[in-house]
């Protein structure tokens, strides 16, 4: 069974242009979070799907961030416009059920975003 | 707001020898789960030991364990017989509703 898979693995832009980062969870989990982890800092929740509805989007930092999950399947992070803050290593993962507080997440060997 | 405490930012250990990492933790909520999760370089972060507050025993896997001591607010992970594939970045989390809160991760070395 494939995991979480993430692409791309590392991304270089210039400030001010737009980036995709695309999540494809494990087959059938309903749960999809985001995580960003910023200049070797704690991990920081960004937010998070159940299905193709956000559940929780308390962590995106501003209006420039954008995540969809189409169908309930993958999931895409859009940043418009790069600021240079936002490069980081950015984490998908993914969780069987919805409302399994104690389940393992799955995660994805992040996506490496650098901003010049 | 849960908060998720790592002191120490790297530790070393002899292979064979045994490691302790600390996670200190803060919130209002008497039911939870804890988490340590390890990210070896280059790879994707995987679970090592889950604890659930509500149990008093202290989780195990091989050898990994962790003492929990939910009164002072603190979850530690003890690796005994350490290996050289036990080196990692190793984070420790604390489950809310909809995610994990992370702690700033400890760098574990495995030296020969």
């Known amino acids: 069974e494939a995991g979480v898979t993430q692409f791309p693995s590392h991304s270089v832009i210039e400030k001010g242009q737009t980036v995709t980062l695309r999540c494809d969870p494990i087959s059938g989990h309903d749960n999809l979070y985001w995580y960003r982890r910023v200049m070797g800092k704690e991990i920081k929740f960004l937010l998070h799907f159940v299905k193709e509805s956000k559940q929780d989007e308390s962590g995106m930092p501003n209006n420039r961030f954008l995540a969809e999950r189409t169908g309930g399947t993958y999931s895409t992070l859009k940043v418009q416009p790069a600021e240079l803050e936002d490069s980081g290593v950015y984490f998908c993962a993914s969780s069987p059920r919805a409302g399994d507080v104690g389940g393992e997440l799955f995660f994805g060997e992040g996506s490496r975003l650098t901003v010049l | 707001a849960q908060t998720v405490t790592q002191s120490q930012p790297e530790m070393s250990v002899q292979e064979a020898e045994t490691v302790t990492l600390s996670c200190t933790y803060d919130?209002?909520?008497?039911?939870?789960?804890l988490f340590w999760y390890k990210q070896p370089p280059s790879r994707q972060m995987i679970l090592v030991i889950r604890?659930?507050?509500?149990?008093?025993q202290n989780a195990t896997e091989n050898r990994f364990s962790v003492n929990f001591q939910k009164a002072a607010k603190s979850f530690s992970l003890k690796i005994s017989d350490s290996q050289l594939g036990d080196a990692a970045m190793y984070f420790c989390a604390y489950r809310r509703k909809t995610g994990l809160t992370f702690g700033e991760g400890t760098q574990l070395t495995v030296n020969p």
């Open positions: 604890q659930e507050a509500y149990k008093q």
């Open positions: 919130t209002s909520e008497s039911d939870y789960y």
